[in-house]
């Protein structure tokens, strides 16, 4: 779901969609938006499973200072989705602990 206007912001303006998957499937998201946008979009509310209690994790700041959104972006684990832009192809992954190659489940 996406807000198409705002009484502030205005019109939402027409911009480049792009593909990317996600956990497996391709979804098409706004070019340059943040991914952590594209996947609420989609409704997909869970970025990673913590450490030790496997607790799952999704937007909390919202602007890079937490972990909560990090995911596994191109292979690279520990990417903030919330401040880092969608492009084209890219593959994302929900992160479980501290990610691939880093004792991952």
Excluded: S, W
Aim: proline share 4%; aromatic share 2%; with cysteine.
């Amino acid at each position: 779901m996406r807000i198409k206007e705002h009484v502030i912001l205005g019109q939402e303006e027409a911009t480049k969609m792009v593909e990317i998957t996600v956990d497996g499937k391709k979804l098409m998201a706004k070019e340059g938006e943040p991914i952590l946008a594209a996947l609420l979009a989609e409704n997909i509310i869970i970025n990673r499973y913590t450490v030790k209690r496997k607790e799952p994790r999704g937007l909390f700041c919202g602007i890079g200072q937490c972990t909560d959104c990090a995911m596994v972006v191109n292979g690279k684990p520990n990417v903030r989705t919330c401040i880092t832009p969608v492009e084209q192809g890219m593959v994302i992954k929900t992160q479980y602990g501290v990610g691939e190659g880093g004792g991952e489940k």
